[in-house]
């Protein structure tokens, strides 16, 4: 195999080949896809017990100055000004068409100071765009030599309070800075897996001593990013890509929840982000299409691309992602479907490999989330 | 005993003058990881060498059994359709795939033996 020189690595590497690893390449890093346990296994413990996921390779942004709160609503349809303090939110790039550029977390720091976590392959096109549109506004710093830990799982927060106590009275989508082993840590109680969990970034350089931390405890395994798909699809997570893209609005994408009331029609600031022309008339008048799950019939598995099709060989839609649920113990999949067949409720197949697989269009998420919300 | 490997990661144990059965050899299930699903091809099935007959589904994707002799599927391992996990458990035994009524013999000299696909796995 010749490995490309431009592929990176993250601080963890050495300690994922160490551990077994499958390495595979991923938005420009080798990582981890699994581990010797196994895709299904390395699933079915996240949600039993605890999970450990090196995510490194997703973008870390801070944006610090008087305006950033200002400048960073300019660019996404969520309320970020009455962000509170250490707490965080779920937000979407959006682009002039009213498409996503990339979805990201938002955490306040303070009234001048944000931190958001984007997607690695999205991670150099988000920080162009945020210098070129908002970078007179507010200082945008890229941060370097950075790891990002995800721990997820039921048993995350008692393996967390062992060595941080305080982690404990966190709730969902709250943030605290602190210093575990005299390690300065920046957690997050959130997450990708529908689980309970935190994810906590901290400078590269600390990021195998913490991550030895936690594996010594035994509930805690490493998961690789296979079961990392796998857990988001069960819990009904976008993967952007897949559910979101730049030619479909967060609407077509079944995200309203996302799109803060403030910013829509009638809202205190309503508007005044890309495409909000688009985005609040999709939101007014409904789209075409809508995401959903999908649940197929039988054991074989409907893959993302798969084209479903109503009883009469008709178009209905596509599969963004789809697979299977190891907690579940069947195939699972998402799927961008025309309205009128949502709405009828009508009998559609996947086409897979010239077969017609029955599929039934069901509420997601798939399993039920875990958030501890206090 | 006389088993032989192909290219694409399959052994032939030769059961008879013209008889043989296929599985994916353990080199192979490691490489797909967890199985969920085996879709087999149907009793009396024409193969012909270099088709795919079979689709083998992890938890991340699908990939094909290519045919590694030609011949007539005479029966196929229907366990595997609810339990796709014989494979990754005994890739050379209770998970083989198929038996295959050979029609030309002679394609089994084109497979390998085992030391030579140790080495061929090697590279």
């Given at each position: 195999?010749?490995?490309?020189?431009?592929?990176?690595?993250?601080?963890?590497?050495?300690?994922?080949?160490d551990a077994g690893a499958k390495m595979v390449p991923f938005a420009g890093y080798e990582m981890p896809v699994s581990?010797?346990?196994?895709?299904?296994?390395?699933?079915?413990?996240?949600?039993?017990?605890?999970?450990?996921?090196?995510?490194?390779?997703?973008?870390?942004?801070?944006?610090?100055?008087?305006?950033?709160?200002?400048?960073?609503?300019?660019?996404?349809?969520?309320?970020?000004?009455?962000?509170?303090?250490?707490?965080?939110?779920?937000?979407?790039?959006?682009?002039?068409?009213?498409?996503?550029?990339?979805?990201?977390?938002?955490?306040?720091?303070?009234?001048?100071?944000?931190?958001?976590?984007?997607?690695?392959?999205?991670?150099?096109?988000?920080?162009?765009?945020?210098?070129?549109?908002?970078?007179?506004?507010?200082?945008?710093?890229?941060?370097?030599?950075?790891?990002?830990?995800?721990?997820?799982?039921?048993?995350?927060?008692?393996?967390?309070?062992?060595?941080?106590?305080?982690?404990?009275?966190?709730?969902?989508?709250?943030?605290?800075?602190?210093?575990?082993?005299?390690?300065?840590?920046?957690?997050?109680?959130?997450?990708?897996?529908?689980?309970?969990?935190?994810?906590?970034?901290?400078?590269?350089?600390?990021?195998?001593?913490?991550?030895?931390?936690?594996?010594?405890?035994?509930?805690?395994?490493?998961?690789?990013?296979?079961?990392?798909?796998?857990?988001?699809?069960?819990?009904?997570?976008?993967?952007?890509?897949?559910?979101?893209?730049?030619?479909?609005?967060?609407?077509?994408?079944?995200?309203?929840?996302?799109?803060?009331?403030?910013?829509?029609?009638?809202?205190?600031?309503?508007?005044?982000?890309?495409?909000?022309?688009?985005?609040?008339?999709?939101?007014?008048?409904?789209?075409?299409?809508?995401?959903?799950?999908?649940?197929?019939?039988?054991?074989?598995?409907?893959?993302?691309?798969?084209?479903?099709?109503?009883?009469?060989?008709?178009?209905?839609?596509?599969?963004?992602?789809?697979?299977?649920?190891?907690?579940?113990?069947?195939?699972?999949?998402?799927?961008?479907?025309?309205?009128?067949?949502?709405?009828?409720?009508?009998?559609?197949?996947?086409?897979?490999?010239?077969?017609?697989?029955?599929?039934?269009?069901?509420?997601?998420?798939?399993?039920?989330?875990?958030?501890?919300?206090? | 005993?006389?088993?032989?490997?192909?290219?694409?990661?399959?052994?032939?144990?030769?059961?008879?003058?013209?008889?043989?059965?296929?599985?994916?050899?353990?080199?192979?299930?490691?490489?797909?990881?967890?199985?969920?699903?085996?879709?087999?091809?149907?009793?009396?099935?024409?193969?012909?060498?270099?088709?795919?007959?079979?689709?083998?589904?992890?938890?991340?994707?699908?990939?094909?059994?290519?045919?590694?002799?030609?011949?007539?599927?005479?029966?196929?391992?229907?366990?595997?359709?609810?339990?796709?996990?014989?494979?990754?458990?005994?890739?050379?035994?209770?998970?083989?795939?198929?038996?295959?009524?050979?029609?030309?013999?002679?394609?089994?000299?084109?497979?390998?033996?085992?030391?030579?696909?140790?080495?061929?796995?090697?590279?």
């Amino acid at each position: 195999m010749s490995i490309d020189k431009k592929i990176r690595t993250t601080s963890l590497y050495q300690m994922h080949l160490d551990a077994g690893a499958k390495m595979v390449p991923f938005a420009g890093y080798e990582m981890p896809v699994s581990y010797p346990l196994g895709i299904k296994k390395e699933h079915i413990h996240t949600r039993e017990k605890a999970g450990l996921f090196d995510v490194s390779h997703m973008g870390q942004i801070r944006l610090v100055g008087k305006n950033a709160k200002r400048a960073l609503e300019s660019l996404v349809p969520v309320d970020i000004i009455d962000l509170p303090l250490m707490k965080l939110r779920y937000a979407l790039f959006t682009n002039k068409d009213g498409g996503v550029m990339d979805d990201l977390m938002v955490t306040s720091l303070g009234d001048e100071d944000l931190f958001l976590v984007v997607n690695a392959a999205c991670k150099e096109a988000d920080f162009e765009h945020l210098l070129n549109t908002i970078g007179v506004e507010c200082k945008v710093e890229f941060l370097e030599d950075v790891a990002l830990l995800a721990l997820q799982g039921p048993k995350a927060h008692e393996v967390l309070a062992e060595i941080a106590p305080s982690t404990s009275e966190m709730t969902f989508m709250t943030a605290k800075q602190l210093v575990i082993n005299g390690i300065d840590c920046f957690i997050t109680r959130s997450g990708y897996t529908g689980e309970d969990g935190f994810e906590i970034s901290l400078l590269a350089k600390d990021a195998e001593e913490l991550a030895k931390l936690l594996l010594s405890n035994e509930e805690v395994e490493w998961v690789g990013l296979g079961a990392r798909d796998s857990l988001r699809l069960e819990a009904g997570l976008s993967l952007y890509g897949h559910e979101l893209d730049n030619d479909h609005s967060p609407v077509e994408s079944s995200l309203n929840w996302a799109l803060s009331k403030v910013r829509r029609t009638g809202g205190e600031r309503e508007g005044n982000y890309l495409g909000d022309n688009i985005i609040m008339s999709h939101l007014n008048e409904g789209t075409e299409s809508k995401v959903v799950g999908l649940q197929p019939e039988g054991r074989m598995p409907v893959r993302d691309g798969a084209l479903i099709e109503d009883e009469l060989g008709n178009e209905a839609g596509q599969v963004t992602s789809g697979g299977f649920g190891p907690s579940i113990n069947r195939p699972i999949a998402i799927a961008r479907i025309k309205k009128n067949y949502i709405e009828n409720q009508s009998k559609l197949f996947a086409l897979v490999r010239d077969k017609k697989i029955a599929v039934e269009i069901v509420k997601l998420p798939f399993i039920k989330q875990n958030y501890y919300r206090g | 005993m006389s088993i032989k490997f192909s290219e694409d990661h399959e052994w032939v144990e030769l059961k008879g003058d013209d008889l043989v059965v296929i599985g994916i050899t353990d080199f192979a299930q490691e490489q797909l990881g967890d199985l969920v699903y085996v879709e087999l091809p149907e009793v009396g099935d024409e193969c012909s060498r270099g088709e795919n007959i079979s689709v083998i589904e992890s938890v991340k994707a699908a990939s094909d059994l290519i045919a590694p002799v030609s011949g007539t599927i005479i029966e196929v391992n229907s366990r595997l359709e609810d339990e796709p996990e014989l494979v990754t458990e005994d890739s050379m035994g209770e998970g083989w795939f198929i038996k295959v009524k050979l029609s030309n013999t002679s394609e089994l000299d084109d497979l390998m033996d085992e030391s030579a696909y140790n080495s061929f796995t090697e590279e």
